[in-house]
């Protein structure tokens, strides 16, 4: 079994060293379409993926891609011109399901094969892995033994906030390792800040796109403050604002499309503004 710490002092954190992660995946994978409609729909991620490697590469920025297995099987080349430009490959499992709707075993087959796509692809061992949806949550804390199992060196998938569809409120906020009998995991959550007791969000996807600039600025300079790096995450879908749009649900409609011609403008920014890294780039530099 494998326990949650409770919060303890966190660990001292350069102010610069902030990690910018970026879940690879189409805009129809994330909006829990039935999988038998994914087909039907204009796949985009070849041009927004490029979008967003443009950027990097002119800010000189790399960063860690979670990519989806079912991604890296039908645009291989993209993946290994990821790989070729610098940046650290993840897994973001295969299929884009609910980690706690998977049972143990169904997972660790979902979580092989996506390991097993992107290391022939790359040649590399992947290491890092964000759960889709982010939902390792408490019914699904089974999920870091199987991680272990399979090699993960660290996870990106609590978030420690309340949402409907992920979170653990109470996870700590730092970096912490998580202990399981095949070995310990660095976790990563997503970053928040504390407002009146309560974890808010701003590090990614809709959170990014709705609050301001000047919003964001702060938030990270509290972090910083705190002696905790920032942890950022991104879509490229959201840097294509022209991406088909489907009559949704309300929740989801509003979270997927609101204020997506921001995204670009923000990421510059936030690229001017803060040095950003990759996770394989932070663990490094604790090893020396």
Do not use: K
């Given at each position: 079994m494998v326990t949650l710490p409770q919060s303890r002092n966190p660990p001292p954190a350069n102010a610069v060293n902030n990690l910018l992660t970026i879940d690879l995946e189409d805009w129809f994978h994330g909006i829990e379409l039935p999988r038998s409609a994914w087909g039907n729909c204009q796949s985009r991620i070849e041009r927004s993926t490029q979008t967003l490697l443009d950027i990097l590469d002119t800010k000189n920025v790399k960063a860690t891609f979670f990519v989806l297995g079912q991604v890296a099987a039908t645009c291989p080349i993209l993946v290994t011109r990821i790989a070729a430009a610098g940046h650290e490959i993840g897994t973001h499992g295969y299929e884009h399901r609910f980690?706690?709707?998977?049972?143990?075993?169904?997972?660790?087959?979902?979580?092989?094969?996506?390991?097993?796509?992107?290391?022939?692809?790359?040649?590399?061992?992947?290491?890092?892995?964000?759960?889709?949806?982010?939902?390792?949550?408490?019914?699904?804390?089974?999920?870091?033994?199987?991680?272990?199992?399979?090699?993960?060196?660290?996870?990106?998938?609590?978030?420690?906030?309340?949402?409907?569809?992920?979170?653990?409120?109470?996870?700590?906020?730092?970096?912490?390792?998580?202990?399981t009998k095949n070995g310990d995991i660095l976790e990563l959550p997503v970053s928040t800040v504390q407002h009146f007791g309560t974890n808010l969000s701003f590090?990614?996807?809709?959170?990014?796109?709705?609050?301001?600039?000047w919003m964001l600025r702060r938030a990270i300079r509290s972090l910083h403050r705190e002696g905790l790096p920032a942890i950022l995450y991104l879509h490229p879908w959201e840097l294509d604002p022209e991406h088909p749009r489907m009559n949704l649900p309300a929740r989801i409609k509003l979270t997927h499309y609101h204020n997506l011609r921001s995204t670009e403008s923000k990421l510059n920014s936030l690229l001017d503004e803060f040095d950003f890294q990759p996770v394989s780039a932070m663990l490094s530099n604790q090893r020396n």
């Open positions: 980690v706690y709707q998977l049972s143990p075993s169904e997972f660790s087959a979902d979580l092989g094969r996506s390991i097993r796509v992107l290391e022939d692809l790359t040649g590399r061992p992947v290491a890092g892995h964000r759960a889709p949806y982010f939902s390792i949550n408490r019914n699904s804390f089974w999920a870091f033994e199987i991680l272990a199992q399979h090699g993960i060196r660290y996870d990106s998938s609590i978030f420690p906030i309340r949402n409907y569809r992920y979170g653990i409120p109470d996870a700590p906020r730092h970096p912490h390792e998580i202990h590090a990614g996807g809709f959170y990014l796109r709705f609050f301001p600039y």
